[in-house]
């Protein structure tokens, strides 16, 4: 789970953060299956980086989806939202698409 500071938590637009659409915010939500006690799209956080179509990102783990192995670092661009931005349609080097959970990529700086 990401750790965000006072200021953050209660500034959240001005660092590029939103209150997560899943949980409105509280960390856990009555939409995940019985047994799930922390969000699945925030991480419990109630937080959530703004992402907007075109963001570059970048991996913060190794991810094996639809047959391609991808290195944690490798850069993205958003290509697409799903389900209440529960995942992310993210293209890779090669144009390859795969589809990533939020908590998996970080916002890539815009230099």
Avoid: W
């Avoid at 953050?8 to 660092?15: G, H, R, V």
């Avoid at 299956?33 to 959530?48: A, D, F, M, R, Y």
């Avoid at 570059?56 to 783990?61: D, G, H, N």
């Avoid at 670092?73 to 589809?99: C, M, Q, S, W």
Wanted: glycine share 10%; hydrophobic share 30%; with cysteine.
């Amino acid at each position: 789970m990401a750790t965000y500071t006072s200021d953050q938590i209660f500034s959240p637009e001005k660092y590029g953060l939103e209150m997560c659409s899943h949980c409105n915010g509280y960390g856990s939500s009555l939409k995940d299956p019985i047994g799930v006690n922390t969000c699945t799209k925030c991480g419990g956080s109630g937080l959530q980086p703004k992402y907007e179509e075109h963001d570059i990102v970048s991996l913060t783990v190794n991810v094996q989806r639809e047959g391609h192995a991808i290195k944690a670092g490798t850069r993205g661009t958003i290509v697409h939202f799903y389900n209440d931005r529960i995942a992310l349609a993210v293209e890779f080097p090669k144009g390859v698409v795969v589809t990533i959970n939020p908590l998996e990529v970080e916002l890539c700086p815009t230099k």
